[in-house]
C-alpha cells in the first residue's frame, strides 16, 4: 500500500515544527505556538551562551543548566529569537514551561514541552530533519498498521486517522456534505479523498481541516486518508449485505430516515460546522445519536441510498390483493432503480430515488415488465430533501392507484384523477362489488370490467379499444354486453357511480 508515496511534492521539504508533534516524533508533547518554522538541524545547549553560534532554523534541545528552571527557559526563547530558531524544547522535568507560553506568542518562537529524555528527543527530531521523506513515510506507515488493525470498522478507522493525525481534524461527510463521524472543522479543508461503495458510486468524503503547516503536509495527509478508503468501503459492504438480507430492516430504517427527516435542522447543517465532536461522534444537531455511524444516517450512507434532495418517491401497487411478492419485488426494484429502500407501504411497495421523475418512470417500466405478476406503478412530485418524501409518496400512492396495471402514472400528471386516488378503497370495495355484481358475475375472465373500465377512463370506445390493443368493434361488443347486465353507461349518473366502482374494484 505504500508504492508511489516517495517523490510526491514538497516530501523532501524540511519537516515543520508543527509536523514534528501532529505526525512526527515529538507526537503526545505539548506545543505553545504556530509551529511553523522549517527544522533543518538540531543543536544540545546546556549553556545559555552557546546560543551565539546555533544557526537560524534550529531545533534547540535544552539541558543542564540552560534547562534549570522557568527562568533559564525563557531567556533561552530571547535568545532562540535573536537567532532565528525554529524552537526551542524543554523537559518538563526541569520545570517546564513557566511564562514561556506567553513569550512563544509575544516572541513568535515555538516552544515545545517533552516528558522524555531530552538527548533521546534530540535523536529523533534529528532523524526527522536530517530525511524529512523518511520521516512522512513512516508516519504513514504507522498509520496503515494500525487501520488494519482497526479492520472495518468506520468508528475506529476515524479514530485512529484523528490520533495519528494530532493537530488536524478528520471528518467522514456523505456524498451531500452531511457529517457522519469524526471531528469538524473550520475553514477549506486541507485535503479531501473520496470513498466509493462497492459499485464505485460515491460512499462519502473524509475531509481533513487543519494548518497547511508544511508544502509536504498536505500530500501527507492525503496519502494517509487513502488508507482508510478501503476498509471503509469494507464496512459499508458489510452493511449492505446485511441489510440486503433482511428486507424488514431496510423497511425499518427507512421509515426512521422519514421521522427523522421531518425534525428542524436535521440532515442540513454543513460539514463545516464550529463545533467539535469527538472521534466517531453524532451528526448535526437536532438529529441526535441517529447520525453517529451506527445511526440511520449513517447506516444508510453506508448502503448507498440518496439522503439529500433532490428526491422522487415512488409506489409499486400489486394488482392481486393474494400476491405477497416477498423476495421478489426488493431485489427487481433494486436491479431496475439503483440502491435505495424499498419498504412495504400498506399493500404496496415504496421508496424513493434520486433519478428525476421522467427517467424514474422509464426505470419503473422497465420494474413492471419484469415481476412476474401485475402491478401499476406510481411517481410523485420531485422534492428538495427528505422532509418533503411523504408528501411525495402520497402522491406516488395516488397516481398507482388510479394507473393500470403495467403503466406508470406521474401524481404531477393526475389532474382530476387525484380525487378518485384519494377514495378510500378498502371502505368502499363491498359496496363496489354490489353494484357490479351482475356484471361480475357473467364476467368469469375478467375482460368486460376491464372494458367498462377503459370506456369510462378513455372516454370512448375508439380510446378504449387503443388501449386495451383490440379492434373497436369489440369493444362495442363488450359494451353490448355490459348494457345487457344492466347498466346504461350513457347516463351521466350511472357513469359516474360505475367509474367510482370500477377504480375501486381495480
Same mark, same amino acid.
Given at each position: ?53 546555533? !544557526? ?7 539541558? %543542564?543548566?540552560?534547562?534549570? $528552571? %522557568? ?18 524544547? &524543554?523537559?518538563?522535568?526541569? $520545570?517546564?514551561? +513557566? ?8 516572541? %513568535? ?19 526527522? &530533519? ?40 478528520? &471528518? ?9 463521524? +469524526? ?13 466509493? #461503495? ?38 459499508? !459492504?458489510?452493511?449492505?449485505?446485511? @441489510?440486503?438480507? #433482511? ?60 439522503? &439529500? ?10 394488482? #392481486?390483493? $393474494? ?10 426494484? @433494486? ?11 400498506? $399493500?404496496?411497495?415504496? +421508496? ?43 402522491? @406516488? ?13 406521474? @401524481? ?9 386516488? !384519494? ?45 386495451? %390493443? ?13 348494457? !345487457? ?22
Amino acid at each position: 500500500m505504500m508504492t508511489g508515496l516517495r517523490g510526491r511534492a514538497g516530501w523532501a521539504t524540511p519537516v515543520t515544527v508543527a509536523e514534528l508533534v501532529n505526525g512526527g516524533p515529538l507526537a503526545g508533547a505539548r506545543m505553545y505556538g504556530t509551529g511553523e518554522n522549517p527544522v533543518r538541524q538540531v543543536r544540545i545547549v546546556d549553556d545559555l551562551a552557546v546560543f551565539g553560534s546555533v !544557526a537560524p532554523h534550529t531545533a534547540v534541545v535544552l539541558i %543542564g543548566a540552560a534547562a534549570g $528552571g %522557568g527562568w533559564a527557559v525563557e531567556m533561552a526563547m530571547r535568545r532562540a529569537w535573536e537567532q532565528a530558531a525554529a524552537c526551542v524544547i &524543554a523537559s518538563s522535568a526541569g $520545570g517546564g514551561a +513557566g511564562s514561556g507560553e506567553v513569550l512563544a506568542e509575544r516572541l %513568535g518562537v515555538t516552544l515545545i514541552v517533552v516528558d522524555e529524555d531530552p538527548l533521546v528527543t534530540a535523536v529523533r527530531v534529528a532523524s526527522a &530533519a536530517a530525511r524529512p521523506e523518511a520521516a512522512r513515510t513512516q508516519l504513514v506507515a504507522r498509520c496503515a498498521t494500525r487501520l488494519a488493525e482497526a479492520g472495518s470498522s468506520a468508528r475506529r478507522v476515524l479514530g485512529v486517522l484523528n490520533a495519528e493525525l494530532s493537530g488536524t481534524a478528520v &471528518a467522514f461527510v456523505d456524498p451531500y456534505g452531511s457529517h457522519l463521524a +469524526g471531528r469538524r472543522g473550520q475553514g477549506h479543508s486541507l485535503a479531501e479523498v473520496e470513498v466509493p #461503495d462497492a459499485e464505485g458510486r460515491p460512499l462519502g468524503v473524509l475531509v481533513a481541516y487543519g494548518s497547511f503547516r508544511s508544502p509536504g503536509w498536505p500530500s501527507v495527509v492525503s496519502a494517509v486518508l487513502a488508507l482508510a478508503v478501503a476498509p471503509l468501503a469494507a464496512w459499508a !459492504a458489510t452493511g449492505r449485505l446485511a @441489510a440486503e438480507r #433482511d428486507t424488514a430492516l431496510q423497511s425499518a430504517l427507512a421509515a426512521r430516515l422519514l421521522t427523522q427527516a421531518t425534525r428542524p435542522r436535521a440532515f442540513t447543517e454543513p460539514a463545516g460546522a464550529p463545533e467539535a465532536t469527538p472521534a466517531g461522534g453524532g451528526g448535526p444537531a437536532g438529529a441526535g445519536a441517529e447520525e453517529g455511524l451506527d445511526g440511520v444516517l449513517g447506516r444508510a450512507v453506508a448502503l448507498g441510498w440518496p439522503v &439529500a434532495g433532490p428526491l422522487t418517491g415512488y409506489v409499486v401497487r400489486p394488482f #392481486d390483493d $393474494g400476491w405477497d411478492g416477498a423476495g421478489v419485488v426488493g431485489p427487481v426494484i @433494486a436491479a431496475s432503480l439503483g440502491p435505495g429502500p424499498v419498504l412495504r407501504r400498506g $399493500g404496496n411497495w415504496a +421508496g424513493w430515488s434520486g433519478l428525476p421523475p421522467d427517467r424514474l418512470s422509464g426505470r419503473l417500466a422497465e420494474c413492471l415488465r419484469a415481476l412476474p405478476a401485475p402491478c401499476s406503478a406510481g411517481v410523485g412530485a420531485q422534492t428538495a430533501d427528505l422532509s418533503g418524501m411523504e408528501e411525495s409518496l402520497l402522491g @406516488a400512492e395516488a397516481a398507482a392507484l388510479v394507473s393500470p396495471a403495467g403503466v406508470v402514472a406521474r @401524481a404531477d400528471r393526475l389532474g382530476p384523477a387525484r380525487l378518485l386516488a !384519494a377514495l378510500p378503497a378498502g371502505v368502499l370495495r363491498a359496496q363496489a362489488r354490489v353494484i357490479l355484481g351482475p356484471l361480475l358475475a357473467v364476467d368469469r375472465e375478467g375482460t368486460l370490467l376491464e372494458t367498462l373500465a377503459a370506456v369510462l377512463d378513455e372516454g370512448g370506445a375508439s380510446r378504449a379499444a387503443d388501449r386495451l %390493443g383490440v379492434h373497436r368493434n369489440t369493444v362495442t361488443t363488450r359494451l353490448d354486453r355490459i348494457r !345487457a347486465a344492466g347498466f346504461d353507461v350513457d347516463d351521466p349518473v350511472t357513469r359516474l357511480a360505475l367509474h367510482l366502482a370500477c377504480h375501486v374494484l381495480r
